[in-house]
Each structure stands twice: as structure tokens, then as C-alpha cells.
């Protein structure tokens, strides 16, 4: 995926991430909050060597001896031999290891300097423990660590206290700021991981740009979607000023600069599945077309479940069945409709066999004598996944036009009616995708275009 692609997984998941993200604050925030808070004192050490009346170089000499026991001093500060003593003089009732945990030392590098760190619930019992530790460490030194000396004489190695441990006042932990933001960052990191998940096995088409990873064919346009599409089919009369209107029109222009030097524009429009918005689509297209003069003829070539009487509000008990049998003739089937130069042939009689008589001669004799006298032919056929009614036609016309349904609509569906297609030697003209969302990163651009926001209602 490129880089467009993970912003509009992001954008189309932004709900998820700011769930997932107030979550995960919420979550750091209560372990914080639960967590028993721990107090920290600390108690300063300066290690020094005694160097009374010695040269320079003898300082120098001993400040470096005393630089490199610190480093022993920090190691021996949570042995027992320091902590055993703590323990008796506190009363604590915990063993050497328990009160080690509790316990740290360190030193700055190059530095004399030994800090001597305890940790406890209790802010007072913290600064006792550092203190004593430290008092402890000395009296090891000074009687058990040092080498043997003569009687009276004073130990080489001097531990002074230069801080006392002071009782804090605020807790050294929890942090609940920290705890926050790396709740947060996590619940933000597990949004990401789930919204790119989702759109992974997310198989189905949500915008123009998934099209492109299943047909190379051009997209002739996006439909916007519209929850009273069942209520107002033909929006293109019905609200001509819609932005729904205004994908319709654009799907006009597109289709006409398609194989613009063969002649007679004749399409099948169909779709991989039912419900994809074909039919709706076909009537639209059929309107836009003529209200720009053209002469337009609307078949319904679904001879199974037609639709375009019923949206066009025309009488269907006449139709292409009816002429394919030899009953009426062509052009006493036809019906005007509008004011401009729109015709419409519907459905007719269900017949048992609409595959045969959709392949069959008279239904080129249909065709091209429709073909003689307008200048676009548009015919509504059923999905191609169902039966082989579109495939039939392709043939016979300049070519299909493919509806897909965002969200809706699989890819592995529409791969199979591009192959199915491509099998019976019908062309892919290009691809239409209705329902798409008006807002959002799927949304197409006429959501927002200037006269958009004119009240559809009207």
C-alpha cells in the first residue's frame, strides 16, 4: 500500500483510533490511579582517604583510590552485612533480599559521591531506611571492610554523611501523567493495528481507488448515495440540482467521450450482483443523456426481475419480450417519455427462456434498428454472476458498463464478472461506482461542489 493509502484507512477509521485512544488513556489513568503510591528519600555519602601532611601527588593518588572503592561501596551497600543491622535497628519484619529490593545505591561516574536511595509506602519509613543504610555502610566500612590496622590508629578510607535523607512530600511513583500518555499511545498503536487489519480482510469496494486494483478499464464515474434513493429513483428529474444529480451528469460526460468515432453509442449496463443500483443507474444515465438533446433509447433487458417500467412510471405490459416473439412491432412497443427525446421499451412478459431470446437474431434486428435512429441505446441487463443474459448483449453492443456498490460490492465478485465478461468476448467499457459515501475519504467530490449544498428537498 502507498502512503495515501494508510491516511485513508486512518481517516476512514478516525472513530476507532479516538475510541481506542480515550480508552487506552482511561485504562493508564485507572492503573495509576490504583496503584499504591511509593515514596523516595535519599542520603548523600562523600568517600574520601586520609592524606594528612601528604604531597600532591599522594592527594592525587588517594583521590583515585577513593573514586574506585565507591564503586565496591555501591555493590556492598544492599548485602547483608549492611541490611541485617538496618533491619534490627528499624524493627522492620522483612529479610535482607525483601529490604534489598527496596534499596539502591549509585555513584556518578568519576565522582567520590555515593547515593544511597530507599523506597516505601511511607514517606518517613523512607527517609529511616536511607539514613540508617547509610549509617550502617559507614560502620561496615570502618570495622569489617577495611584492612586490619594497628590500635589507635584512624582508618584510611573516611565515609561522611553530606545529605540526610529528607521525607518527600509527593510520591516518587506512580506517574500518572506517564501512565496517561502511554495508555493513550498504546490504545492509539492497537487502533492502528485493527483498523489496518479490518481493511485487509476487508474485501469489498469502497472507492474509485479499489477499482484500480481490479480492472485497468476507466472509471467512468461515482454515484453519491442517497437514503431516499427507493423513494426518488429517478433523482436526475426529480432533483436536478442535487449532488446526486450532479454525479449523473458527469457520468454523461465521461460516457460520451467513450469510442467517440464509431457511431451509434449502444450499452449494456450491468452489474456483478442484484441490488448494486444498475437499474437506477441506467434510468439516470437515460435522462442526463437526453437532456442534453440526444436521442436516447432505454431497453429494460432484464427479462427476469425488470425494474425500469416500474422507475420510469410507464405502462409494461408491452415490451421487448413481445417484439423478440414476433407480437407487436418495435415501434409500436416503444413508449415516449418527458419532453425531450427519451424512449423507453420495457420488459414486457416474463418469458421462460430470456437467455435464447436475448441471443437470438431478432434481438440484433432490435438493436440495430434502434441504432439507426437514436444516438444512444441503453440497455438495463440482469448481474452477470446470476445468469449470462449481460454477456449475450455485450456482444451485441459497443460494450458493458459495470455498476459496482461501495461497501457493498466484493472485489473477488467483480474480478469474476470482469473474467465472465472478458470470457463471452463482451469489452469492459468501464466501471460506475454507486453508493458512495458523501463524506469522508470515500466520498465523491460533488458532496462539497459549490451549488452541493442547495436543499435537496426541493
Do not use: C
Not at 179 to 194: D, T, Y
Request: glycine share 8%; no cysteine; aromatic share 4%.
Amino acid at each position: 500500500m502507498e502512503l495515501r493509502d494508510y491516511v485513508r484507512i486512518l481517516h476512514r477509521n478516525w472513530i476507532l483510533l479516538l475510541v481506542l485512544l480515550i480508552v487506552g488513556a482511561g485504562a493508564g489513568a485507572a492503573v495509576g490511579f490504583t496503584t499504591p503510591p511509593k515514596y523516595q528519600s535519599s542520603t548523600q555519602i562523600y568517600v574520601s582517604v586520609r592524606t594528612d601532611g601528604a604531597a600532591t601527588g599522594d592527594l592525587v593518588q588517594g583521590t583515585t583510590f577513593a573514586r574506585q572503592v565507591v564503586s565496591s561501596y555501591v555493590e556492598v551497600a544492599t548485602t547483608g552485612l549492611v541490611l541485617d543491622p538496618v533491619i534490627d535497628e528499624l524493627g522492620l519484619d522483612v529479610t535482607a533480599p525483601t529490604l534489598a529490593s527496596k534499596v539502591s545505591a549509585s555513584s556518578a561516574l568519576n565522582t567520590v559521591i555515593l547515593t544511597i536511595s530507599a523506597t516505601d509506602g511511607d514517606a518517613e519509613m523512607a527517609a529511616k531506611v536511607a539514613d540508617a543504610v547509610a549509617a550502617s555502610l559507614i560502620n561496615a566500612v570502618e570495622t569489617t571492610l577495611e584492612p586490619p590496622r594497628t590500635e589507635g590508629a584512624e582508618s584510611a578510607v573516611q565515609l561522611r554523611v553530606v545529605q540526610s535523607a529528607q521525607v518527600p512530600s509527593t510520591p516518587a511513583s506512580p506517574n500518572i501523567p506517564l501512565f496517561i500518555v502511554m495508555g493513550a499511545l498504546l490504545g492509539l498503536a492497537a487502533g492502528v493495528g485493527v483498523a489496518v487489519i479490518r481493511t485487509v480482510l476487508d474485501t469489498r469496494i469502497h472507492s474509485l481507488s479499489d477499482i484500480e486494483h481490479v480492472t485497468d478499464r476507466p472509471m467512468l464515474g461515482g454515484i453519491a448515495f442517497d437514503p431516499d434513493a427507493q423513494k426518488r429513483p429517478l433523482i436526475v428529474h426529480a432533483d436536478p440540482r442535487s449532488p446526486r444529480s450532479e454525479s449523473f451528469r458527469t457520468l454523461r460526460t465521461n460516457l460520451q467521450f467513450v469510442n467517440v468515432d464509431e457511431g451509434v453509442r449502444s450499452f449494456v449496463v450491468t452489474s456483478s450482483g442484484p441490488g448494486e443500483g444498475k437499474s437506477t443507474t441506467t434510468a439516470n444515465l437515460a435522462i442526463a443523456l437526453a437532456q442534453l438533446g440526444a436521442r436516447v433509447a432505454l431497453i429494460d433487458g432484464d427479462l427476469r426481475l425488470p425494474r425500469v417500467a416500474q422507475y420510469m412510471d410507464v405502462d409494461g405490459t408491452i415490451g421487448l419480450t413481445d417484439v423478440l416473439v414476433g407480437r407487436v412491432e418495435l415501434a409500436d412497443a416503444l413508449q415516449k417519455w418527458g419532453t425531450g427525446k427519451l424512449f423507453v421499451l420495457p420488459a414486457g412478459t416474463v418469458p421462460p427462456n430470456p437467455s435464447e431470446l436475448l441471443g437470438s437474431a431478432a434481438m440484433d434486428h432490435v438493436l440495430e434498428s434502434l441504432a439507426k435512429h437514436f444516438d444512444y441505446v441503453l440497455v438495463d441487463a440482469p448481474p452477470l454472476l446470476l445468469v449470462t443474459d449481460a454477456a449475450l448483449i455485450a456482444k451485441k453492443t459497443r460494450g458493458a458498463i459495470m455498476v459496482a456498490a461501495s461497501g457493498k460490492t466484493k472485489k473477488q465478485q467483480l474480478q469474476a464478472a470482469v473474467r465472465t465478461l472478458e470470457t463471452a468476448g463482451g469489452p469492459l467499457v468501464g466501471v460506475v461506482v454507486t453508493m458512495l459515501p458523501s463524506k469522508g475519504p470515500d466520498s465523491y467530490g460533488y458532496g462539497s461542489y459549490g451549488y452541493g449544498a442547495v436543499d435537496t428537498e426541493q
